[in-house]
């Protein structure tokens, strides 16, 4: 069993800034990619950032340099910094990882935590 565990939601005011945990436990041989995704009241899911197992960064509006991905290797944890944050940043805030459990081929599976609330309001 892999557990993906989020923390550091919360309320905000606009313009305020929130730092997003995620540290992953269980049983795993190793960790791939992890990532941010976030779903808004009556809209799909969508990715925000991501990080590769060397570390490479995505975003899904790299213009937008309000968020900012990190990721501790030794820690397996994986953090997401958003500054400036506007209303319509609110959302839940899912983190995924992509865990290796076992050998040979379909021992990597995706793994989602719970979420954690992000509201943006004055």
């Known amino acids: 069993q892999v557990q993906l565990v989020e923390s550091g939601g919360g309320l905000v005011q606009p313009g305020g800034s929130l730092r997003l945990s995620c540290a992953v436990s269980g049983s795993f041989i190793s960790i791939g990619a992890m990532g941010w995704y976030r779903q808004a009241p009556g809209k799909e899911r969508e990715a925000v950032a991501s990080v590769t197992g060397d570390g490479v960064t995505q975003y899904r509006n790299p213009a937008e340099d309000r968020f900012a991905i990190s990721r501790d290797f030794a820690k397996n944890t994986v953090a997401l910094q958003i500054n400036n944050l506007n209303p319509d940043d609110t959302a839940v805030y899912y983190c995924?990882?992509?865990?290796?459990?076992?050998?040979?081929?379909?021992?990597?599976?995706?793994?989602w935590g719970l979420g954690t609330q992000v509201t943006v309001s004055s």
């Open positions: 995924t990882a992509r865990a290796r459990t076992g050998s040979g081929w379909g021992s990597w599976s995706t793994y």
